[in-house]
């Protein structure tokens, strides 16, 4: 599984389509998530962060679309 869209696409996405607007750092924290579900180390149902969060309900919170 990879997202749908390419990274420039996300970063897009979350600069404009997140509310509230996220910082730059956090921006970057994730993408770094997205790289590491795309080259297939992390998976859906990953834990992230303080593993409150999978990756699959991070990507459903923020509208990152994956087939």
């Known amino acids: 599984m990879k997202t749908v869209n390419t990274n420039e696409e996300i970063i897009w996405h ?3 389509n997140v509310f509230p607007a ?3 750092s956090t921006i970057g924290k994730i993408m770094v998530t997205v ?3 795309n080259k297939g ?3 859906r149902h990953s834990p992230i962060g303080d593993g409150q969060v999978s990756v699959g309900e991070m990507f459903e919170d923020l ?3 994956i087939a």
């Open 63 to 65: 509208k990152i679309e």
């Open 35 to 37: 790289d590491a579900f």
């Open 22 to 24: 996220l910082t730059e």
């Open 41 to 43: 180390t992390l998976k």
């Open 14 to 16: 979350l600069r404009n």
